[in-house]
């Protein structure tokens, strides 16, 4: 660890400036500190020069691993197309993207692994178990802000486990944005604990740039986004609006979906409204980016609740308006009261993004401390919301995998956050999914999971489940009351073969 080296950085003073231009280079330069065989961490990583340099050396490297996690087309994509794993070694931590699932050396494929492991233990084989760890890291790639007076630099909105990354790492080097936000909390690295910087500010949309990338789009595709390209752009950066004029008209249509923009099924409103039941004043939530959770806060689940507070990996779109409008307040949280505590306010919409920047109220930890069970444990009456796949009629959750064991997404922080919220005094999880897949062609309330199909939840810590029909209560009960239960709330159309199939499993 480099510990020492933030200790040391305290003590710099205006010494940092001439140290930052020492160590300002190109793109193509810093990259050279990856050697071959060496481990290349890139979490959640949008630095496209430094990707780019990257894979460029691709003819003079080898047995190189990139190991990342949500990797998109947009940032990461030169790594996973088709021959450069003869150089490159994908492994996925935490979540797998679309992309990354279809790629030519995706998931898919099985030329890209999954690396299972929580949030919370994910530094433990580093720290406590060197001897045993597969793997050094040797350089860390990420995006930073320019440095403040006092020379420390912002992860701005996406901190996750960058900053533990670094701590751990041989090198680092970085894109220095302007555009990046400032936190509270532990979002923050100084110029004395990165190696190398290449200044990268992303350019902000523009009505000349729209054009420019409406104007390669379908003209269906051009008509979903010209309104909301914006909104897309202020949210996820100008490279991520430029890469969905490229999609057809399906994809687009649904990262809307997952992405709360455009209008939401008539399954996820009612989902809505049974949440908003289980929602009461002075609650402490977490709210998981997906679907159906992504909706939860533009379809007013949280309204008209009072002193609400936030506790949560991600962000999600309307977390700081809730704030402003005085619906979230932090008087009742017992842990970090009066704060909107994260470990990545990625997922904030553009509008929230510019309330959160330098304002005090928000906060960002390193994702161990966030999602550590325990501290999660701490906040009283803390209601986590989160995703499902599937559910089997004893309570088994999955939420990663589809078809047996291929890969759909990840756990990302959901265990920890689920299993913390149990733990809490008043607390309860939720499982939020429609009842039906595939436009209404199979159940996701199942007798029981697929063969390979991914536990994300045990059933001991199964709590509500949530569809379109309906809340089912789980925890207390045996397996012949939690399938009456999700019965209940499964698809009518799929009740009597779940009831054939529950007799079979529970009765003599």
């Avoid at 486990?161 to 936000?181: L, T």
């Amino acid at each position: 660890m480099k510990e020492e080296r933030l200790v040391e950085a305290r003590c710099i003073g205006k010494n940092w400036r001439e140290e930052y231009q020492r160590k300002l280079v190109s793109a193509e330069e810093a990259v050279k500190v990856v050697k071959s065989g060496d481990r290349v961490v890139a979490p959640w990583c949008k630095a496209p020069l430094l990707g780019e340099a990257l894979a460029a050396r691709k003819g003079e490297l080898h047995n190189v691993e990139i190991h990342s996690s949500n990797p998109q087309q947009a940032h990461m994509g030169a790594f996973f197309q088709e021959g450069m794993d003869e150089t490159f070694y994908n492994s996925i931590f935490i979540f797998i993207s679309d992309f990354a699932r279809m790629a030519p050396a995706g998931t898919d494929a099985k030329r890209t692994q999954f690396c299972p492991g929580t949030f919370s233990l994910m530094m433990k084989p580093f720290d406590e178990r060197p001897d045993q760890c597969p793997y050094t890291i040797d350089v860390v790639m990420a995006v930073v802000s320019p440095p403040d007076k006092d020379g420390f630099c912002s992860f701005g909105a996406d901190l996750w486990n960058k900053r533990s990354f670094c701590k751990r790492a041989r090198n680092v080097i970085v894109e220095v944005d302007e555009n990046q936000i400032r936190t509270g909390g532990t979002n923050f690295i100084h110029v004395s604990e990165i190696d190398y910087f290449v200044e990268n500010t992303t350019p902000r949309l523009t009505e000349e740039l729209k054009e420019e990338f409406l104007s390669e789009a379908t003209p269906e595709v051009r008509e979903l986004l010209e309104p909301i390209i914006f909104q897309i752009a202020g949210t996820w950066g100008v490279t991520t609006a430029q890469y969905f004029t490229t999609l057809d008209e399906a994809a687009v249509r649904g990262w809307m979906s997952s992405l709360a923009f455009g209008e939401p099924s008539p399954e996820i409103k009612n989902i809505a409204q049974y949440v908003s039941q289980l929602i009461k004043d002075g609650d402490t939530f977490q709210i998981g980016f997906g679907m159906p959770s992504v909706w939860m806060i533009p379809l007013g689940v949280f309204d008209d609740k009072h002193d609400l507070g936030i506790y949560s990996e991600m962000g999600g779109p309307g977390f700081a308006t809730l704030v402003e409008r005085g619906i979230v307040t932090g008087k009742y949280k017992t842990f970090h009261p009066g704060k909107v505590t994260c470990c990545t306010f990625n997922g904030c919409s553009g509008e929230d993004l510019e309330i959160i920047n330098n304002n005090p109220i928000f906060e960002c930890y390193d994702a161990e401390y966030i999602l550590d069970i325990r501290n999660i444990s701490q906040n009283d009456n803390f209601v986590a919301i989160n995703n499902a796949i599937s559910v089997d009629l004893t309570g088994q959750i999955n939420a990663e995998t589809g078809f047996g064991a291929r890969m759909i997404g990840g756990h990302g922080g959901q265990p920890e956050m689920h299993i913390g919220s149990v733990m809490s005094k008043g607390g309860r999880a939720l499982t939020l999914l429609p009842s039906t897949a595939l436009n209404g062609a199979v159940s996701r309330i199942v007798p029981h999971l697929d063969e390979g199909a991914v536990v994300t939840i045990p059933r001991y810590f199964a709590d509500y489940v949530v569809t379109e029909y309906g809340i089912a209560s789980l925890m207390g009960k045996d397996c012949r009351q939690r399938a009456e239960e999700l019965i209940a709330v499964a698809h009518p159309d799929f009740r009597a073969e779940l009831k054939q199939a529950a007799n079979k499993l529970f009765y003599p």
